[in-house]
């Protein structure tokens, strides 16, 4: 809601309206840290909207400044609580992980990750069945929304949506299957 | 300190200064995107989770919710109540000649229904076993039966029929 005398800056902003700030500015940011974190793709999309909502529940208590740190902070805890109760991935120690992190910033071809994670999504979507298969590459590898693909497809969106809802459903299943064996 | 930080064997909460490592290590070696819903299906989920919110703040709504809760479950209450003492007596109460008594005729008359019904079926069953002769015979009288019934058997006789019993 605007207040007519003032300015931009004194802009009252609702809960939702600074989720939805937090979100956007935040979520690749969240969504790397949850992956760093358990290494998986599919559980930090699931971690990554657990913070956000942690953080909105407890928006109203948040005084601090570093709304950063603070969602990092969170995304990290919930991580954590996820290898606990899951307690049996490996994830690298300390000084493994720095150890990579050199290893990556000094060799000539720096791998990115984005890439690295991108190219293994796409081989998991190239397996799915029709019309799954294109519509998870559309999702995960061409970033397409759900009505973007609609209007493509000639499709209604509703049925778009309940595709990309099953192709996510079935690429979960495809990489909880390769990581487990 | 790493993602997962363990000490031995048990992952632990970062401190401060492992986060901020973690953050810049994140944020140099290039940040992954999600996927695309992901937006929309926190700002989904957070309007179900403010909507919940508003209802439980609501503590008018709620009181009342509860006083008509309270209302039905006493109303319940005495209607038990009330059936369990209350009723058995009017019963009794509207017999002037007393409940077992009551009930003695109730049975009576059930069954004289009863023999009455039983009698009318084995009638029926007698007039069944009877065949054709016994149809007739109830049909026509005695008499006239008779001569059916006889003019029915030479007629078997001529065509080879024969009155079977298929039961």
């Given at each position: 809601m605007l207040i007519c005398m003032g300015t931009v800056q004194d802009r009252k902003w609702t809960k939702e309206e600074r989720l939805s700030r937090m979100v956007d500015t935040y979520q690749n940011l969240v969504f790397s840290v949850c992956y760093k974190v358990v290494g998986d793709y599919f559980a930090a999309e699931d971690l990554a909207q657990e913070t956000f909502l942690s953080a909105f529940k407890n928006l109203d208590t948040f005084e601090g400044a570093n709304e950063k740190a603070w969602l990092c902070r969170i995304a990290t805890n919930k991580g954590i609580d996820y290898l606990r109760s899951s307690g049996r991935r490996a994830v690298p120690t300390e000084d493994i992980f720095f150890e990579q992190q050199v290893e990556d910033r000094g060799?000539?071809?720096?791998?990115?990750l984005e890439e690295e994670v991108r190219e293994r999504l796409l081989g998991y979507c190239r397996q799915l069945r029709p019309p799954y298969n294109e519509i998870a590459e559309a999702v995960?590898?061409?970033?397409?929304k759900a009505d973007e693909i609609a209007r493509e497809r000639g499709e209604n969106i509703k049925t778009v949506q309940t595709q990309i809802y099953r192709a996510r459903d079935m690429l979960r299943k495809l990489y909880g299957k390769e990581r487990s064996a | 300190m790493s993602e997962g930080n363990r000490m031995g064997g048990e992952y632990r909460y970062m401190t401060d200064k492992e986060l901020e490592a973690l953050i810049a290590g994140v944020e140099d070696h290039g940040m992954l995107a999600p996927p695309v819903y992901l937006k929309e299906l926190i700002m989904k989920e957070a309007k179900g989770l403010a909507a919940v919110r508003k209802k439980g703040i609501d503590k008018k709504t709620a009181r009342r919710v509860l006083m008509v809760y309270r209302a039905k479950v006493i109303g319940a209450a005495a209607a038990a109540i009330f059936c369990l003492v209350m009723v058995p007596m009017e019963i009794d109460g509207g017999k002037p000649d007393g409940s077992s008594q009551w009930r003695q005729k109730v049975i009576e008359e059930d069954m004289k229904y009863y023999q009455e019904e039983s009698e009318r079926l084995r009638n029926e069953m007698e007039i069944r076993e009877g065949g054709f002769g016994g149809f007739m015979e109830n049909l026509l009288g005695e008499e006239t039966a008779g001569k059916a019934v006889s003019i029915w058997n030479g007629m078997t006789g001529l065509f080879g029929w024969e009155e079977r019993d298929y039961e």
């Open positions: 060799s000539p071809e720096e791998i990115c995960y590898c061409e970033e397409k | -």
